[in-house]
């Protein structure tokens, strides 16, 4: 057997409606916010994200060589692609570009569990405002979307990276030794950072006055006692959002996502119901576009792991399941297949979801198979029947049988199913 | 600027909204027709397509080794990925499998009008079945499918490997020199087809009827008088597809698709609206399960060219115009920034879809902003008219405004939507 290639999935029809009803859900939020669906291809030349993210990133993408020598790679996240996308074609457009896609990317790494080399993203993005109302509106939308899939222990962690650059500046650490400072902060290395600090001559009462403010968590209240713009702003972002509705925010002031891109608000989502993977999602207000050779532009964005999305909506009983059809034909003898399908044309045109028989086969076994199918109804072509201008009309979840005359097969199925 | 890879595309929104349209359309048919919706990797080992087309396809695929040694190809089209996924998980489910995916597939060659590097499918496939039903159900979605599309001159051309195949068998040729026939009758070299089967020691008059028969085009009529059991099937799918509503059914015996794992019947569908681009289908049944290690099993299936029934639909003007949002709403200072953001939960609560200002412009830059996102109306709060608990609610396309009370803000708006 030819296997399919390690860490990817494929996906059953069950799979498959319930990644559609998960689809159908972000589609549906997104365009209530306002936002536009756009799409990017998979392949990028990998410069893009060797701009973005330093050339570590070449170590877990799938990149290669095409026939020309140009570095290819399969696009590990979206939100580069989108800027590439905006600052290459999308300048023209009117201000704020509100933009989202749900797309796959691709990531070299060991599988492990919930990890997969080909994954999913939803990725929401506000391109050109730079006002603390763009990452209100990104957080209203988290929430919501939290909210509308049954999260209710969603714990939104947010934080500003001014802040604690603000504290660096006063306490005399240049800014371009900053960077690792956030670093180590990030990856929640504290021990480290005050080393680091002090290293770089920051004062034992700065240091620790700093990895106090990292640790402070909660709700708007934490903000009071620090000074400074980005304090401000994050505040009136908070504000804002929970004028708009947002019930689930909260702050955690060492989260600080550690990208030298990034440039105000940064946050991160978990659903503590979803255990060790809980990070539903990350986000930020960043500047990229000049990077990639455009016109300044300030945007924010986040982007959720559709796989985890699925995962919530599995845990809070979200998903129906896979719909089935509404009307299985079955001809008990050859001599009536041409009968079948003609009844089944006339069935889909009025637009009621049909299959007929394909495999000749007894007639418990084909209705087996209608029942395995989800199907509503059956419908029997009996010779003797056939003959009288008569067919059997089998309603599959009491398994009561009526007889019908042939030409009234359409009326009495519409009035059955009450139709569409 | 870094660029996009060349042969690939960027998709706006309102290419967005277009293809969603068609992928719409594309999942409510197959629904009606019982089909399922499945997803395979994008991702695949090479060996996948050369054992299904030979080593020649790694020439026309984007193949690469990864970090392990193994060659990975993005996949060029769904059938192999499909079978692929059936021998290795599917077996168990209940026959027929009706399937079907939408997804993108890529190619490596030179970018030309119309062929991008990576292009998508509408891919749909029968597993299981070796009845005319089958192949009849088949040709219905598809007929079914062009007329739901507006194609009104769409040419099908129908054929049946058996058919050549036989006459070959009777007129003495062996079964292995039969392949290379069938490829030059696929692409129409006729001449060189007749010197080959001269060669292989065909008769002149044998010749002669075989080269007749592949010029073979029109309704049923022109299986008369060819003898044996694949026009007497062929015969058979033509008329239990007509029974079931096809009116668009054409035979052209020249057919012959010049792979070896079609077994019977071929077709291809071509729609003369769209000039030089105008082929949007093919299929046929045929056997791959063995091939990928697998028990025997009979398929038959079809492929769109996703991006050819785009352009059809534009042609036929069945797209509709990218939805615009129902509200847009605006504060004219900053003061009345949180009351804007409280008013936008409130209206997206009850499922109008809004925006807000993220800008802080102007009031006629706003509105300008507004009418090119398609905002329905917009909702302008004034200090003057906030002080008396009123906001203006102005109507975009015909520019008249009301002040209406700010408690009463939803139920206006609803009942002037006539809400979903």
């Not at 990817?8 to 409606?17: A, G, V």
């Not at 290669?64 to 600052?87: C, H, M, N, S, W």
């Not at 889909?348 to 198979?369: Q, V």
Request: net charge negative.
């Amino acid at each position: 057997m030819i296997q399919r290639v390690r860490g990817t999935r494929d996906f059953t029809p069950q799979d498959m409606s319930r990644r559609r009803q998960l689809e159908d859900l972000l589609r549906r939020i997104s365009r209530d916010y306002g936002y536009r669906e756009i799409q990017t291809p998979v392949l990028e030349n990998a410069e893009l994200f060797v701009t973005k993210s330093g050339p570590g990133v070449l170590n877990e993408m799938y990149s290669f060589e095409d026939k020309g020598g140009r570095a290819i790679a399969l696009r590990p996240e979206l939100t580069a692609p989108i800027i590439r996308f905006y600052v290459n074609d999308l300048t023209n457009l009117p201000m704020p570009l509100k933009l989202f896609c749900i797309s796959s990317c691709f990531r070299y790494e060991e599988p492990q569990s919930g990890r997969y080399r080909e994954f999913y993203q939803y990725d929401v993005e506000i391109i050109g405002s730079e006002k603390a109302e763009a990452d209100a509106e990104l957080l209203l939308l988290a929430d919501d979307l939290c909210r509308r899939l049954g999260l209710n222990e969603v714990e939104f962690r947010i934080g500003h990276v001014g802040i604690i650059r603000g504290l660096l500046d006063a306490a005399g650490m240049p800014q371009d030794r900053q960077s690792e400072l956030l670093r180590l902060v990030d990856k929640k290395k504290l021990d480290e950072a005050r080393a680091y600090m002090l290293s770089e001559g920051v004062s034992e009462a700065d240091a620790g006055d700093i990895l106090a403010t990292c640790q402070k968590k909660g709700d708007r209240e934490v903000l009071k006692g620090l000074k400074g713009e980005a304090s401000e702003y994050l505040e009136r972002v908070i504000r804002l959002a929970e004028k708009g509705g947002a019930s689930n925010l909260s702050l955690d002031l060492g989260v600080v996502r550690g990208l030298d891109y990034y440039t105000g608000l940064v946050f991160e989502i978990d659903a503590p119901e979803l255990g060790a993977e809980k990070q539903i999602c990350g986000g930020g207000s960043y500047a990229l576009a000049e990077l990639f050779g455009g016109q300044p532009v300030q945007s924010t964005g986040m982007a959720f792991g559709f796989d985890r999305l699925i995962l919530a909506m599995e845990k809070t009983g979200q998903l129906a399941p896979e719909e089935g059809i509404e009307l299985f034909i079955l001809a008990v003898t050859p001599a009536q297949s041409e009968e079948m399908v003609r009844l089944a044309g006339g069935a889909r045109k009025a637009g009621i979801s049909t299959e007929f028989d394909l495999m000749g086969r007894s007639m418990s076994k084909s209705l087996k198979y209608a029942s395995s199918r989800g199907a509503r109804y059956a419908l029997i072509l009996g010779e003797r029947e056939m003959a009288a201008g008569k067919v059997l009309l089998r309603d599959m979840d009491n398994g009561e049988q009526s007889e019908i005359g042939i030409g009234s097969v359409v009326d009495e199925l519409r009035q059955r199913l009450a139709v569409r």
